[in-house]
């Protein structure tokens, strides 16, 4: 706890302080709240991204094994050319949005690829477009992370050091000026007798 003066002045400081910090808690909570409910949509959406994509590749692999023939959709026949991204923010918060990707186009010789390689691409792509955009998604929840932990942080440090020390700083300021008071109205009236005693 930092030394304060006992002082009118600083008695009045104090208060707006906590003044201050009483209208800007709840703000902080509330922040704090809605940054733990998006964290957790976003949570639930990259589940739900990781349950599509599992169940495509199953799916996939089934549907490959039936042909066993290698055609190169191991990256060699489908590139991505650019990941499209924009800013969101929520609560104060920048965060990306996936809004999709680019293809380079996929080009190869009718007459030596199977006839299923064209479904095969358009499945490919979907599982890489579902990876893209499940880590878009980590980054979402790793940018509402930090900001909920610096927001935590904040919230604790008013409720428990500011606050609390503000309010004891004040019950320390007029228990002291109520001390000087009472020392003054004793000491005039000590005067006061003295003056009586004289005259």
Known sequence: MAKIKLTKNEQKKQKDALKMYTRYLPTLILKKQQLQIEIRKVEIREAEVRQKQEALNREFRQWIGVFGEDVGLDGTLIRVKSVNTDIGNIAGVSIPEFKGAEFYPVSYDLFTMPLWVDKAVEKV????????????????????????????????????????????????????????????????????KKLVKVS
């Open 125 to 192: 792509k979907q599982i890489i477009l579902l990876d893209l955009e499940y880590k878009v998604l980590e980054e979402q929840i790793r940018c509402l992370s930090d900001e909920l932990r610096t927001t935590t942080q904040r919230v604790n440090l008013f409720e428990k050091v500011k606050i609390p020390e503000t309010r004891a700083n004040i019950k320390k300021i007029a228990v002291y000026l109520g001390d000087q008071q009472t020392a003054a109205v004793v000491r005039g009236k000590m005067a006061k």
